[in-house]
């Protein structure tokens, strides 16, 4: 059971937008940064988002990511089949004393 | 291009030690800066960060994993290393390298680039 919780699996079609949602708790998300990351098939995870809402350089703009409270949203627009993967937000856990990560979502653009 | 690129057995029995490496090339490993982590994910399961080290040997780790876990780095081979013992079934997993950024103090809790992961299997 992983400490954050995300949704199993989203889809839209391509050209569209999707958010994906990570909750937690005052120890964790509500308490720290929250990074992003992709898992394509195949391929290495890629950090898409750190420090709640910050691309690293390379990462295009179609994704962004924002934090409120206790949750944090990851979102895509101009969808790409290129996209579909997997998808997983971390954070550090005060309480846990521990970086924790969401279960992932599987984005599906179909 | 900064890579990653880990290696070791792909099965290893129970009780016995699980043993990893990753190479780091197209960047040194000996930066005040920079933290080297390993992370894993069982099947079905969401991702586990299991442990961090930086160039000088502080050594950061998962308090459930802590008794088990030794992480270590040899900055002369431009590598780090991964050691978990007594391992269960429980213990399969890919498993991934990668780099943090930090400060001289403390690395950030994210990672900015990983290895491409191996597969773990414990099994007799």
């Known amino acids: 059971q992983a400490v954050l919780t995300q949704p199993p699996s989203v889809s839209a079609a391509p050209g569209q937008k999707v958010t994906i949602s990570c909750s937690g708790s005052?120890?964790?998300?509500?308490?720290?940064?929250v990074s992003w990351y992709q898992r394509l098939p195949g391929t290495a995870p890629r950090l898409l988002i750190y420090?709640?809402?910050k691309r690293p350089s390379g990462i295009p703009d179609r994704f962004s990511a924002s934090k409120s409270g206790t949750s944090a949203t990851l979102g895509i627009v101009g969808l790409q089949t290129g996209d579909e993967g997997d998808y997983y937000c971390g954070t550090w856990d005060s309480s846990l004393n521990t970086l924790v990560f969401g279960g992932g979502t599987k984005l599906t653009v179909l | 291009q900064l890579q990653l690129q880990e290696s070791g057995p792909g099965l290893v029995k129970p009780s016995e030690t699980l043993s990893l490496t990753c190479t780091v090339s197209g960047g040194s490993i000996s930066r005040s800066t920079l933290y080297w982590a390993w992370i894993r994910q069982s099947p079905g399961k969401g991702l586990e960060w299991i442990a961090t080290?930086?160039?000088?040997?502080?050594?950061y780790y998962h308090p459930s994993l802590e008794s088990r876990v030794t992480i270590s780095v040899d900055t002369s081979k431009n590598e780090f290393s991964l050691r978990l013992r007594s391992v269960t079934a429980a213990d399969t997993a890919a498993y991934y390298c990668?780099?943090?950024?930090?400060?001289?103090?403390?690395?950030?809790?994210?990672?900015?680039?990983w290895g491409q992961g191996t597969l773990v299997s414990v099994s007799s």
């Open positions: 990668a780099r943090s950024p930090g400060t001289d103090l403390a690395p950030k809790d994210y990672f900015d680039h």
């Open positions: 005052s120890f964790n998300i509500g308490d720290n940064y």
């Open positions: 420090d709640n809402g």
């Open positions: 080290i930086d160039y000088s040997g502080r050594t």
